[in-house]
């Protein structure tokens, strides 16, 4: 199993801070879905939090951070939101958000970091269902454009993350124990050639057919489960988030 070096994940954001306080960064992409390669590249997503100063005036900074560039030899791909959007993007549903913060592979550990984390769980709605569905589909097509494993085992990750959301109220972001817990097989080939050949290792034809074959049973599944799930259909913890992110500007 390829293990994270968070320390140079913490030299790289150093070098690249957002534009505020850094309230957590988390390592998701491939290493948190249990599937990463030798060439697989450092997926960071965080949250920053502005100064209050620079929401009051007439141009406000960006409320996105952006840094993608090779770092001591390894592609590193740091994204964080300011706070407020983050939160938003949670409230509407937005999977990416909660994943970051759920991600057990954290640059640093702060009251900040357990506060939303809290506040995620406290969120969980049928809203994210759209999410999943989304982002299932839109893995088919860049799959059906140059099928890989990298790929398909994206679609496969996303399509079973968001079905145990729905079922379970809880986030399993490692492709191989979500499969297991779902009864999906043939995971653990597609990872196994992954991790022997690389990112761009195109899927044999045949293997192709046959996982791709799934997708219909597995958009089923996740429809099915969005109707009868147990998670409210809204967030109901919109106001405690409301009132959280107000007393963390205030400080």
Known sequence: MLTVDLDRARRFVAAHPPPGALLHVGVVGAHYYGFPSPDSDLDLKGIHLAPLPSLLGLDPPPDTHDA????????????????????????RGNGNVLERLVTPMQLSRSDDLDALRALARGSLSRRFAAHYRGYFRGMQREHARAPRAKTMLYAYRVALTGLHLLEAGEVVGDVSEAAAIHG????????????????????????????????????????????????????????????????????
């Open 68 to 91: 993608l560039t090779v770092f001591e030899g390894l592609e590193h791909d740091l994204t964080t939101h300011e706070l407020g959007k983050a939160l938003g993007l949670l409230l």
């Open 184 to 251: 999906v097989d043939g995971i653990a080939e597609l990872v196994a050639l992954k991790r022997e050949a690389g990112e761009k290792t195109p899927l044999p034809e045949a293997l192709d057919a046959e996982h791709r074959s799934r997708w219909p049973a597995l958009e089923a599944r996740l429809e099915a489960a969005a109707r009868v799930s147990p998670l409210p259909e809204e967030p109901p913890n919109r106001a405690a988030i409301d009132d959280w992110l107000i007393a963390r500007r205030m400080q």
